[in-house]
């Protein structure tokens, strides 16, 4: 499903990016380009970023860094 249309990004993009080491809302921002236009999405894209961190943090997948989980 697509989270940002400026961009095309899409949910499987921001787990992927959290999986690949993003460890926050600010970083999938910063490496995928998600809710730099109209903005209209960052709502939306914060909560992949929580749900993914989260199902990362009950240990589903490992993460580079999960000691700085952000709840953005
Ligand atoms: S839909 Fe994401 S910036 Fe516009």
């Given at each position: 499903m697509y989270v940002c249309l400026c961009q095309?990004?899409?949910?499987?993009?921001?787990?992927e990016a959290i999986y690949e080491g993003c460890c926050s809302y600010r970083d999938v921002r910063e490496s995928l380009g998600v809710a730099t236009q109209c903005g209209k999405c960052a709502c939306l894209a914060k909560q992949?970023?929580?749900?993914t961190l989260s199902e990362v943090q009950s240990g589903h997948a490992a993460l580079a860094c999960q000691a700085s989980f952000v709840a953005a």
């Open positions: 095309g990004v899409t949910d499987g993009q921001i787990r992949v970023v929580r749900d």
